[in-house]
């Protein structure tokens, strides 16, 4: 077992998740090591909330530490996440709306946001994938619809490892350079989120606007 200072006083850091779930999250990595990153990534990219902006992170600090190695981290947080992803991109190929219906409340997904996403997907296709992917506020969300909409697995899962890959490179780098300050990684995330969203959304405009010319 991995012995972690996580903080000195009775409560966590001020974050955007519960006391519980960042202790869950911790303990992940704490008792299971590269597995515990991998089950909770796999988790994350199923639509169960273990949060990436922290479980990363950690993982990264923990290579500076040389508990971890850096490089077997970032692939092992991929792997993860194309795994939760066709998790989810299947249960929605399977049972479509109806796992929202039943389910939506659990997965904490709103009719409204799918048929967004949909529209989204069938507009810009494997573009929106691979931009969701980096993209916070999306990132777990898209293997829905790419599920529902029957998108080529082959495609997919491609698109998933070349999204996946640089932000978990991104976090687990972050983790390793703040040292005992990883803690804060998830509270300057929530801060970046729509610099970032605003950063892809000019990439997509430009991206689209390429296209067209070339067609034209």
């Given at each position: 077992m991995i012995?972690?200072?996580?903080?000195?006083?009775?409560?966590?850091p001020s974050l955007g998740?519960?006391?519980n779930l960042?202790?869950?999250a911790v303990g992940f990595v704490e008792e299971l090591g590269y597995l515990g990153v991998f089950i909770s990534m796999t988790l994350e990219s199923a639509l169960i909330p273990i949060p990436s902006e922290i479980v990363v992170p950690l993982a990264g600090y923990l290579s500076y530490e040389d508990v971890f190695n850096f490089w077997l981290i970032v692939l092992t947080a991929t792997g993860a996440n194309l795994?939760?992803?066709l998790i989810l991109y299947l249960l929605g190929a399977r049972y479509g709306r109806r796992l929202l219906e039943r389910y939506g409340w659990l997965l904490h997904v709103r009719e409204s946001d799918l048929e967004r996403a949909e529209k989204w997907l069938a507009k810009y296709g494997a573009v929106f994938i691979l931009i969701g992917r980096?993209?916070?506020?999306?990132?777990t969300v898209v293997s829905l619809p790419a599920g529902i909409g029957r998108m080529?697995?082959?495609v997919f899962s491609i698109l998933t490892l070349i999204g996946s890959l640089p932000w978990n490179l991104a976090l687990a780098y972050a983790g390793f350079i703040l040292g005992q300050n990883w803690i804060i990684v998830e509270e300057l995330l929530g801060?970046?989120?729509l610099?970032?969203?605003?950063?892809?959304?000019?990439?997509l405009i430009y991206f689209l606007w390429v296209r067209r010319v070339i067609e034209s």
């Open positions: 012995s972690i200072q996580i903080f000195t006083s009775t409560e966590p998740i519960t006391r960042f202790l869950v795994l939760g992803s980096m993209t916070p506020a999306l990132r080529d697995v082959g801060k970046v989120d610099i970032v969203a605003a950063a892809l959304l000019l990439l």
